[in-house]
C-alpha cells in the first residue's frame, strides 16, 4: 500500500488491523484507537479517498490501497492544512484525542461537499465523539475551512 505518498509493505498476520499496523508498523501514531468498536472514530483515516475507521479493516486486505492519515493531511512545507489551521484558530480541540479522526472525517465531507451546511457537517461528524468540546468549535472549525460561519447558537 502507499502511505500518506510512500510506498510501504510488510508481512503483517491476517488479524492485524490497519489501525495496529499504522500505529505499530509504521510509528504514524497520530491515528488514535479509542474504543475498539469502531464507535468513537478516533481511528478515521482515508483509503483510496474514503473516511474509514482504521480499527474495522484489516491490513492485508489493503495491497495496492492509498491511505492517508493525519501526518499526511499538513502541506508540504510541514505547516498545518487549511482545515488543521481553522481547527486551530477556532478552538476546535481541547485534549485533542478526538481531533485526528474529526480531521479526517471533516476533510472527507469537505472533499464530497466544499461548502456543507451547519447541518451537513453536525450529520457527517455523527460517528465521531468527543467528550471536551461539545462540537460547537469544531462544526465552526469546519465551517471556517469551507469559507464559512457557523450561525449563532
Known amino acids: 500500500m502507499t502511505v500518506n505518498g510512500k510506498p510501504v509493505s510488510a508481512d503483517t498476520e491476517g488479524r492485524t488491523l490497519l489501525s495496529s499496523y499504522l500505529r505499530e508498523g509504521l510509528g504514524l501514531t497520530g491515528t488514535h484507537i479509542g474504543c475498539d468498536t469502531s464507535q468513537c472514530g478516533a481511528c478515521v483515516v482515508h483509503v483510496d479517498g474514503k473516511a474509514v475507521k482504521s480499527c474495522t479493516i484489516f491490513a492485508q486486505g489493503l495491497a495496492g490501497a492509498e491511505v492517508t492519515t493525519i501526518e499526511g493531511m499538513a502541506n508540504a ?42 447541518a451537513e457537517v453536525r450529520h ?30
Open 77 to 118: 512545507d510541514g505547516s498545518l492544512s487549511p482545515l488543521q489551521q481553522a481547527f486551530q484558530d477556532n478552538h476546535g480541540l481541547q485534549c485533542g484525542f478526538c481531533t485526528p479522526g474529526m480531521v479526517m472525517s471533516s476533510a472527507a465531507l469537505l472533499a464530497e461537499n466544499p461548502q456543507p451546511t451547519e
Open 124 to 153: 457527517y461528524l455523527e460517528g465521531n465523539i468527543c467528550r471536551c468540546t461539545g462540537y460547537h468549535n469544531i462544526v465552526k472549525a469546519v465551517m471556517a475551512a469551507s469559507g464559512q460561519s457557523i450561525t449563532a447558537l
